[in-house]
T-cell receptor, first 117, second 114 residues
Framework: AQTVTQSQPEMSVQEAETVTLSCTYD???????LFWYKQPPSRQMILVIR??????QNATENRFSVNFQKAAKSFSLKISDSQLGDAAMYFC??????????????FGEGTQLTVNP | SQTIHQWPATLVQPVGSPLSLECTVE??????LYWYRQAAGRGLQLLFY??????ISSEVPQNLSASRPQDRQFILSSKKLLLSDSGFYLC?????????????FGQGTRLTVV
């Protein structure tokens, strides 16, 4: 079974600074997808960024980028120029590429990010 | 465009009472549907998923059950609630497409069993 580990329960960053959230995962599969979700106080789950394991290039979405290290099974999220609206719980998630898995996501325990003005 | 509706948003129920949470999806066909539970300050735990009408897979043994009477309807139920059933419940859907697709989540239901 796959597991996802986020070792940082809480992180804080100054507005306009850069912060990196860590995520490691364990799997025996070679083809899968990784995601970062954001959950603000409203508790709505919002996709931040996705990464396909077969792609070597790290995904980027505006101020959000990932450092995907497949051999190390590491998938960190970097937030540049942090904004107050980035404050939220961030979840790392894994999904198998096998359709028989039902496309279900396995989540980490989350990292609570605080942005200080 | 696709949308997902989940209701109610909040619910307070006494121990031993029944439960029915409903989730519907619009704008897509034959989606995979999911029920997750989130304890306070914790990650999401998958409870059930469904790849088609009447097809339910349970991830963890529990006091809850799920049903999918229609293609885009997913229901979470219990005959008798326990205190430990309190939590935040999220419905989600996805479609398997090469290139990857994320799960899209509903707004969630905060259930308090008293």
């Amino acid at each position: 079974a796959q597991t996802v580990t986020q070792s940082q329960p809480e992180m804080s960053v100054q507005e306009a600074e850069t912060v990196t959230l860590s995520c490691t995962y364990d799997t025996s599969e070679s083809d899968y997808y990784l995601f970062w979700y954001k959950q603000p106080p409203s508790r709505q789950m919002i996709l931040v960024i996705r990464q396909e394991a077969y792609k070597q290039q790290n995904a980027t979405e505006n101020r959000f980028s990932v450092n995907f290290q497949k051999a190390a099974k590491s998938f960190s999220l970097k937030i540049s120029d942090s904004q107050l609206g980035d404050a939220a719980m961030y979840f790392c998630a894994y999904r198998s590429a096998r359709e028989t898995s039902g496309s279900r996501l396995t989540f980490g325990e989350g990292t609570q990010l605080t942005v200080n003005p | 465009s696709q949308t997902i509706h989940q209701w109610p948003a909040t619910l307070v129920q006494p121990v031993g009472s029944p439960l029915s949470l409903e989730c519907t999806v619009e704008g897509t066909s034959n989606p995979n549907l999911y029920w997750y539970r989130q304890a306070a300050g914790r990650g999401l735990q998958l409870l059930f998923y469904s790849v088609g009408i009447g097809q339910i897979s349970s991830e963890v043994p529990q006091n809850l059950s799920a049903s999918r009477p229609q293609d885009r309807q997913f229901i979470l139920s219990s005959k008798k609630l326990l205190l430990s059933d309190s939590g935040f419940y999220l419905c989600a859907w996805s479609v398997f497409i090469r290139g990857g697709t994320e799960a899209f989540f509903g707004q969630g239901t905060r259930l308090t069993v008293v």
